[in-house]
């Protein structure tokens, strides 16, 4: 069968010139006077023809793409063989498959390069993998018109035992801070209180200084940070630092003065402290509310939360509660009944009981919700701290959360997550987790004992604690405790209880356990006292990193100091045996002290070395002599035989354990 090119002409809306460069285009030769072509050729054409149609419509509309984007699906959107679409990407020295995912920056590059325009779709964004930077785009561009008000985030930050918790307590009329080990804030924690009919989110966060990726973590998913400074003590290091945080996150800041109660609180030196470090307050003329407050006698506690309401106005916050939820992950630890619990905020969208989620590379199903209080829920709205049980493990704090059409969809997100995630996107505490994830039970490489053996003394750990947030915590803070002469090796970072496996690893490596807030199981305390495997289990985190201190400083050689004492010149040998001589001499230079060492020189070479037992001055048993008297000494130690005319060097050697602390200050880091 045939078709005739006159009717090619007319159905495909061409004049015979352009049939004729499209038929040479396709490849198809059609010798002189030929008038007709097979149907397979007809075939061909027609499809080469709607495929350059396409393409011309294309370039002239606006194509939306998502995030994140694989090569196969770009070439699609753009009506393009893949081929064309990786060959673009070589020239911009991206050589990738066509299964690879590229972000969107780069994906409008090759598109535009190719004649297209392009603008990201955030609502295709939700659908691929979520890091903080893009659920806060997504955020920032939901429709005006579908947004309600929403109860503000506050974050409490300020020095450890500044009263933030203690707060807390006394806004909620709780006593959460009498149950913290050592006093302070040990996790981030999220509540909730109302005032004026108002609701209200506040997160605690830890004031240690082992916290401080913590308070910068929370710092960013706030809406107004409440800086706490103790009216007493003033602006403190990690009062800097999280006033640093909160800039950084550009949210508004209130600075609330604690414990204005006690008699040696100062609160006009406080508040000439905290304008030092650049803040302008408010009752000296600048923008910065400030509030001065009692947790103990309540004084100024109403005056807050007025403040908080008033920045509120100031600053609106509003979300989209009908649709699925987004949320950030504020905590998360495996309780050894329930399960893998982690505690999310919600920025947008409802979250309810039996809802699919995705973290990460982490999947479940919403069986059950929990409020602040421990109460059971069954949806959670914006701006709402909530505890969720169903997950089936511990996701990393931080690490976004999506609510999924079903399970099946979520399982093939959190693939997707692990294999395909770019690594300029993925977080770098999350792409470290993953990593040890994928890698499976954690043991010593030959390259640790290799630098063991030629560069600092690694102190081998097995690192449990009972919650994402610590874990990061004390692993951040024991590696940055390296030096040059010691350094910590963790071979294993697990949330849950100490387990047998856990001492099987400690073993291997020759280290110890250290757990945090978790329980030791029976079998594995039985399994590592029959092993030898140190296990040690705290409940104040700065505890714990004393430990490691300890221990490395263990691993740091001692340090000689050697002090010159003086020289003596024999001049008899009254006795000699082997190991011990009895001789007389001059004093040349210094002193000769009893019970000091000596070192015997004859020329340029050591003959001798060992130490002062007896000394006598004029036959008379003294504990030094100076220079230029005379004296007789009785020398013990090792080497040749001391000769007339022998130099002897007396000095003392003081030895000196180094602490991280020395080290630190002597390196200049």
């Not at 297209?116 to 659920?135: G, R």
């Not at 905290?274 to 000296?284: I, K, N, R």
Request: aromatic letters at 2%; hydrophobic letters at 40%.
């Amino acid at each position: 069968m045939s078709v005739k090119l006159q009717d090619l002409v007319t159905e495909l809306r061409l004049t015979e010139p352009e049939l004729v460069q499209t038929l040479s285009a396709t490849g198809i030769k059609v010798p002189p006077g030929v008038k007709r072509i097979p149907d397979k050729d007809a075939g061909r054409l027609r499809v080469f023809v709607s495929d350059q149609r396409r393409r011309r419509a294309k370039k002239q509309e606006l194509i939306k793409l998502p995030s994140v984007i694989t090569v196969r699906e770009l070439a699609e959107k753009l009506a393009l063989p893949v081929g064309e679409v990786i060959r673009a990407l070589l020239k911009n020295g991206l050589p990738v498959t066509l299964n690879e995912q590229i972000d969107y920056e780069t994906a409008a590059i090759i598109a535009s390069d190719l004649g297209y325009q392009t603008e990201e779709n955030v609502a295709a964004t939700e659908e691929s993998t979520l890091t903080p930077e893009k659920l806060w785009e997504i955020l920032k561009k939901e429709e005006e018109s579908r947004r309600q008000p929403r109860p503000p985030v506050v974050i409490i930050m300020g020095h450890v035992d500044h009263g933030k918790t203690t707060l807390l307590d006394a806004i909620r009329k709780t006593r959460v801070a009498a149950t913290e080990a050592g006093g302070i804030t040990q996790r981030v924690s999220s509540y909730q209180a109302r005032t004026k009919g108002k609701l209200i989110t506040f997160i605690d966060t830890p004031g240690h200084e082992v916290f401080e990726f913590m308070r910068k973590r929370s710092a960013s998913i706030g809406d107004i940070a409440i800086l706490v400074v103790a009216a007493d003590e003033g602006v403190k290091e990690q009062t800097e630092e999280a006033f640093r945080h909160a800039q950084e996150s550009e949210i508004p800041l209130i600075v609330a003065f604690t414990k204005v109660d006690k008699p040696e609180a100062n609160l006009e030196r406080a508040k000439r402290q905290v304008a030092d470090l650049g803040l302008t307050l408010e009752e000296w003329g600048g923008t910065t509310p400030t509030v001065a407050v009692s947790a103990k006698t309540g004084a100024g506690l109403d005056t807050l939360l007025e403040t908080i309401l008033a920045v509120n106005t100031v600053h609106p916050t509003a979300a989209i509660p009908d649709r699925p939820a987004l949320a950030s992950i504020v905590e998360a630890h495996r309780d050894p009944k329930i399960g893998p619990l982690a505690t999310a905020l919600l920025h947008t969208g409802t979250l309810k009981v039996g809802d699919h989620l995705v973290v990460g590379q982490t999947t479940g199903t919403a069986r059950k919700l929990l409020d602040f209080t421990g109460a059971a829920i069954t949806e959670a709205g914006p701006s709402t701290p909530v505890t969720i049980i169903g997950l089936d493990g511990a996701p990393v704090a931080g690490e976004i959360l999506q609510v999924m059409a079903g399970r099946s969809a979520a399982r093939e997100k959190a693939r997707l997550t692990v294999r395909s995630l770019p690594q300029t996107l993925a977080p770098k505490s999350v792409k470290r987790t993953r990593e040890e994830r994928e890698r499976g039970r954690a043991r010593v490489e030959p390259k640790a004992r290799d630098e063991e053996e030629k560069g600092p003394k690694l102190l081998p750990l097995v690192l449990k604690a009972e919650s994402q947030g610590s874990l990061e915590a004390i692993r951040n803070t024991v590696a940055a405790m390296a030096m040059d002469a010691a350094a910590v090796h963790v071979v294993r970072a697990d949330v849950g209880n100490v387990t047998d496996s856990d001492v099987r690893t400690a073993e291997a490596a020759g280290g110890l356990i250290l757990g945090f807030s978790v329980p030791v199981m029976p079998t594995a305390q039985k399994l590592a006292d029959t092993a030898g495997v140190p296990v040690r289990n705290f409940d104040v985190i700065y505890s714990l990193t004393e430990e490691v201190r300890k221990r490395l400083e263990d691993l740091v050689p001692p340090e000689v100091i050697r002090t010159d004492l003086g020289t003596l010149t024999i001049l008899k040998v009254f006795f000699s045996i082997r190991g011990r001589q009895i001789v007389g001499g001059r004093v040349q230079s210094g002193q000769v002290r009893k019970g000091a060492n000596v070192e015997a020189l004859r020329g340029d070479e050591r003959v001798a070395v060992g130490t002062v037992t007896e000394l006598q001055e004029n036959k008379v048993p003294v504990d030094d002599v100076r220079a230029g008297r005379e004296c007789g000494l009785t020398f013990q130690g090792e080497g040749k035989k001391i000769k007339n005319g022998d130099l002897l060097h007396f000095y003392t050697e003081e030895v000196r354990k180094k602490s991280l602390r020395q080290q630190a200050v002597g390196s200049g880091q």
